[in-house]
């Protein structure tokens, strides 16, 4: 497990700020890779008025609409799911050394560090992301040299 940690300003004093990424045989969360979990029919873009509500700055965000094939969620129609994240591409090299290449939608939580590929990871993995509808359709990301010594 990587612990990141990150000191910010708030409301005149410090607070310490903790993210965990854990990487499990090299594959990234799925939870991470699957849009937002909107249901269909709901309107993403707008906050409901006069629920009393509040919307947190990535709820309110705009939703985009990406390419995916390999991740993409039950209720996706014609390859595409939505996001308040950004779109990905990713290559990743399965047990067999055979390159595989899939796409999708990311969650805003997190999609900051996970769109930084570490250089240590144990698996062969390339990821791209992008923030524009469909940006990630002709994404292609390639696959790191070989590890020395692995395989």
């Known amino acids: 497990m990587m612990i990141l940690s990150e000191?910010?300003?708030f409301l005149g004093g410090l607070k310490s700020v903790f993210f965990c990424i854990s990487i499990l045989g090299g594959q990234n969360p799925d939870y991470m890779?699957?849009?937002?979990?909107?249901?269909s029919g709901s309107d993403p873009k707008r906050p409901q008025s006069g629920d009393g509500s509040t919307?947190?700055?990535e709820d309110a965000a705009r939703f985009l609409s990406c390419y995916c094939s390999g991740h993409?969620?039950?209720?996706?129609?014609?390859?595409?799911?939505d996001t308040?994240?950004?779109?990905?591409?990713?290559?990743?090299?399965?047990?067999?050394?055979e390159?595989?290449?899939?796409s999708g939608c990311m969650k805003y939580e997190?999609?900051?560090?996970?769109?930084?590929?570490?250089?240590?990871?144990?698996?062969?993995r390339t990821i791209e992301c992008c923030s524009t509808d469909f940006c990630n359709r002709d994404l292609q990301p390639t696959l790191p040299p070989p590890i020395p010594g692995s395989k």
């Open 55 to 57: 919307v947190a700055p």
């Open 72 to 81: 993409c969620p039950e209720d996706a129609t014609n390859n595409t799911c």
């Open 84 to 97: 308040n994240g950004q779109c990905f591409a990713i290559i990743e090299e399965d047990e067999h050394g």
């Open 110 to 124: 997190g999609s900051h560090f996970q769109c930084k590929d570490s250089p240590n990871a144990q698996t062969r």
């Open 33 to 39: 890779l699957h849009g937002t979990g909107v249901k």
């Open 7 to 9: 000191t910010v300003k």
């Open 99 to 102: 390159a595989i290449l899939t």
